[in-house]
């Protein structure tokens, strides 16, 4: 059927067209995350996402099919709400961008087919005048299957099937939403609401896909460095300029600031160089959750998570363990959770916990200001002790004798019949600085499978 297809759309060409495009957004300034703690944070929510289509050609008129075109796109994206909904790139799964791409791959494929007489884009403008791209059924839209792979799985590959529940074609605002199910997924943190400004700094997250192609295949996304660009607007829809770069299957994943909140999605680049490259920004995706009353509080999987991030960090090796043993047993498949909970306990083995040696320090403290006021208790009972026999003494003594007689009052000062010296004031007892304990390392997740088109 493919072959007929073919050789039908080869005898004839027409005309041309192409599409470019532009982007929106903006930027705040708060204290950064360490740089192993934000991957640490953000990574359990950062998914990959298969989706393949399939589009039956008719032609227009007498709704004759002539063949089907199929593809397979990869895209990446990240969890949002604990309970199973995923954002990604309106592009990667929205019926009319779906299309766009099978009309594509259909002229491709005839331009390159013996005996064609035209270019990839001529017999694109050609297919788009003379044939319709649906469904099984006519007036259908086209057939999509998409598929979420778990990034943080452990064990054999974690792929679970999805639902588009919202979407937003590329020059619309390129954002969709999809569903899988789950609770208690690991979910990133959105940024607040507003703009990000102009040199703010923005790390974009996701799997290149050439990466993949040349490297052996991996669940561990790509993290590209860089800052917003500019806010710009295409058709009166925003986009958010930024330098970092992004490449084809990075597409729909998450965009962070320093603090490690989203604050849009990877939605594109333009000219082939890559020089300027786009988000969807959070405020488009936050529209679509509220039309589609998605929550995105976080749940007691994130909140154990990051507590216990914390925890590590601040060298509370004690309370990062309970912490990580938690989320374990929550969700047994995070195994980002299940990989700080071994730095935890390496960390405890190694250095203890920063708690337990504040508390022993205090001890020390303690005792040694007790031990010293005992030893000045100890010094000025002697002192009164002495006085006391002086006195004694000097009422006894004779007016005359071998010591001859007391010195009387009024003697100038530091003469060696003065009075008894008092002590001094004490010196504080001086605490050593507490020790701190180095943030965990990044820990590698587990491998994905390659695709042939990328988003």
């Known amino acids: 059927m493919k072959r007929a297809l073919t050789t039908l759309l080869t005898g004839a060409v027409v005309g041309s067209a192409l599409l470019g495009t532009a982007g929106p957004a903006a930027a705040r300034t708060e204290p950064a995350l360490p740089r192993e703690r934000l991957v640490a944070e953000v990574a359990p929510a950062v998914t990959y996402v298969q989706t ?14 002539i063949g089907t075109v199929r593809l397979t796109g990869t895209c990446s994206g990240v969890i949002v709400s604990n309970d199973g909904h995923v954002a990604t790139a309106g592009h990667c799964v929205d019926d009319a961008d779906l299309t766009d791409s099978l009309r594509r791959r259909l002229a491709g494929d005839v331009a390159t087919s013996p005996g064609a007489t035209g270019t990839a884009a001529q017999y694109e403008a050609f297919i788009l005048a003379r ?49 899988v199910d789950g609770e208690d997924l690991p979910a990133a943190t959105l940024a ?56 084809p299957g990075m597409s729909g994943g998450p965009a962070v600031d320093a603090r490690g909140r989203v604050i ?108 010293l006021l005992l ?18 003494v000097a009422a006894d003594a004779p007016a005359t004798g071998p010591i001859g007689p007391f010195p009387p009052a009024g003697l100038p000062a530091g003469h060696p019949s003065g009075p008894f010296p008092t002590a001094g004031p004490v010196a504080p007892f001086a605490t050593p600085p507490w020790g701190t304990v180095p943030a965990p390392r990044p820990e590698e997740a587990p491998v994905v499978e390659r695709a042939t088109e990328d988003h």
């Open 52 to 65: 393949r289509a399939t589009a039956w050609v008719r032609e227009k008129g007498t709704g004759r099919q």
């Open 264 to 371: 849009g999605l990877n939605s594109m680049r333009i000219g082939d160089s890559g020089a300027f490259n786009f988000l969807a920004p959070t405020a488009t995706l936050r529209s679509m959750l509220e039309r589609n009353g998605v929550r995105t509080e976080p749940g007691p999987v994130d909140l154990r998570y990051r507590a216990g991030l914390d925890a590590l960090a601040a060298g509370e090796n004690a309370d990062a363990m309970v912490a990580f043993a938690d989320v374990t047993r929550l969700r047994p498949d995070h195994a980002l959770a299940a990989k700080q909970l071994t730095a935890a306990q390496q960390a405890y083995a190694t250095d203890g916990d920063a708690s337990e040696r504040r508390t022993r320090t205090l001890v020390l403290v303690g005792g040694g200001v007790g031990l």
């Open 131 to 179: 044939y319709d791209l649906g469904g099984p059924t006519p007036g259908s839209p086209v057939q999509r299957d998409v598929t979420v792979v778990r990034a943080d799985a452990s064990g054999p590959e974690q792929r679970l099937d999805a639902r588009v529940v919202d979407s937003l074609p590329n020059e619309r605002g390129d954002v969709a939403l999809l569903d």
């Open 192 to 247: 607040p609401a507003g703009d990000p400004a102009p040199g703010t700094p923005v790390t974009a997250v996701g799997y290149p896909a050439d990466r993949d192609r040349l490297m052996d295949p991996s669940r561990d996304p790509s993290w590209k460095d860089g800052t917003v660009s500019s806010l710009q607007t295409r058709d009166g829809v925003p986009f958010v300029e930024v330098s970092a770069d992004m490449a």
């Open 375 to 392: 030893l000045s208790g100890g010094v000025l009972t002697t002192v009164l002790l002495v006085r006391r026999s002086r006195r004694a």
